[in-house]
């Protein structure tokens, strides 16, 4: 019996050869290949500066460092997601405090932002949950209306639109993830978007150590220049390498047609579960394209344990994404139950349907066969 795989990279013979090219080239840490990287992900997100990045997780620290967050700040952001997005605020010295979310989305609800905010709230970080984009023009009501910055978790977010403009593209700090199973995929690897020169500058700084200038940048046609100085307090060992970057690139000019793929899988999902009056797809609302990274269904009485292992019996795996994070341990005591209740009643109904570029329609509709035999 065939396995069904929640996710799968997607990696074909074109990415191997550019990294073959790439280990041949004698440059394979920041250089040319993450330059054109940076270059044509800016383009196709609609921005003016992209900074290759070793993870999201970085990304969105420094976009916290580059917004000037520091120990004793609060940093809004929702509790339904992975552990980087409020680890982010913790590494600057920030508490994060956990909004709640719109039922219907799962995205952070702007209502709630409103209410977390305090005279110490000094950024707010949204998540795209699942690739569709939050409501972003009322959180960015709320962040004018309290001159607070609004950074955008863009991790499942890769290609998808917001009213016409690609997600990364607009006003705010982006932050991006190309970890294996991500729409793109570098192996590992982030991004982080800005229209602000300045902000670039910091950035591409400090995710080099504090470096003003990269070893790429110091070598010219007479040879090497070995002189720098370190301008920041402070830097970090965050940057891409060329041969991420060489997947990347190849990656990023088949991601319409990979995430089309996506949506072919949906079609079917979309289709066998429109009656189901127990099993309801995540909304998905007007105004945005997204670029699906996950498919979430929400289970209305059912016992999600019992149903996770009776599909793992017919070869087919799924996810939870996520159990809250004040769940966690390490998370206890920046948040509870009662602080974001309908985060609470809807985590334990979530369930993830398997969804990447390899599957197909007869893969799918064997999916939503088994899912439709179990008996709630």
């Known amino acids: 019996m065939k396995k069904i795989s929640l996710f799968k990279p997607f990696i074909g013979a074109e990415e191997v050869r550019e990294v073959a090219k790439t280990l041949r080239s004698g440059w394979i840490t920041l250089g040319p290949k993450t330059e054109e990287f940076e270059l044509a992900f800016a383009i196709y997100v609609g921005t003016k500066h992209a900074v290759g990045l070793n993870s999201a997780t970085a990304a969105l620290h420094l976009a916290l460092v580059v917004s000037n967050v520091k120990r004793g700040d609060e940093v809004i952001t929702p509790a339904l997601t992975f552990a980087s997005t409020a680890e982010a605020a913790l590494i600057v010295g920030a508490r994060p405090v956990f909004a709640d979310v719109d039922p219907r989305t799962l995205n952070i609800d702007p209502r709630s932002i409103e209410k977390k905010i305090t005279k110490k709230t000094k950024a707010i970080i949204v998540v795209h949950y699942g690739g569709q984009p939050c409501d972003m023009d009322e959180i960015n009501k709320i962040g004018k209306k309290h001159g607070i910055p609004i950074i955008e978790d863009a991790a499942h977010a890769m290609g998808s639109t917001y009213?016409?403009?690609?997600?990364?593209?607009?006003?705010?700090?982006?932050?991006?993830?190309?970890?294996?199973?991500?729409?793109?995929?570098?192996?590992?690897g982030g991004m982080i978007t800005t229209n602000d020169a300045s902000v670039?500058?910091?950035?591409?700084?400090?995710?080099?150590?504090?470096?003003?200038?990269?070893?790429?940048?110091?070598?010219?046609?007479?040879?090497?220049?070995?002189?720098y100085d370190i301008d920041e307090e402070g830097g970090f060992k965050y940057h891409m390498n060329d041969i991420n970057a060489a997947i990347g690139i190849v990656q990023l000019k088949r991601l319409d047609a990979m995430n089309e793929?996506?949506?072919?899988?949906?079609?079917?999902?979309?289709?066998?579960?429109?009656?189901?009056?127990?099993?309801?797809?995540?909304?998905?609302?007007?105004?945005?394209?997204?670029?699906?990274?996950?498919?979430?269904?929400?289970?209305k009485g059912y016992d999600r344990e019992a149903l996770i292992s009776y599909l793992i019996d017919k070869g087919i795996s799924t996810g939870v994404h996520y159990k809250p994070l004040y769940h966690h341990p390490?998370?206890?005591?920046?948040?509870?139950a009662q602080d974001t209740p309908i985060t609470e009643a809807v985590w334990p109904e979530i369930l993830l349907l398997p969804l990447h570029p390899q599957l197909s329609v007869g893969d799918a509709r064997r999916v939503v066969t088994a899912l439709l035999s179990f008996k709630a």
């Open 163 to 188: 009213k016409g403009k690609k997600i990364g593209g607009g006003e705010n700090i982006a932050c991006f993830s190309f970890q294996a199973v991500k729409n793109l995929t570098t192996g590992d």
């Open 200 to 227: 670039n500058k910091r950035l591409r700084s400090l995710r080099w150590c504090g470096i003003n200038k990269s070893t790429h940048e110091r070598v010219t046609a007479g040879g090497y220049r070995w002189d």
């Open 261 to 299: 793929k996506r949506r072919q899988i949906i079609a079917v999902y979309d289709a066998a579960l429109k009656n189901s009056k127990t099993i309801r797809p995540v909304v998905q609302l007007p105004g945005r394209k997204t670029s699906p990274h996950n498919y979430c269904v929400l289970l």
């Open 330 to 336: 390490r998370y206890k005591k920046f948040g509870s």
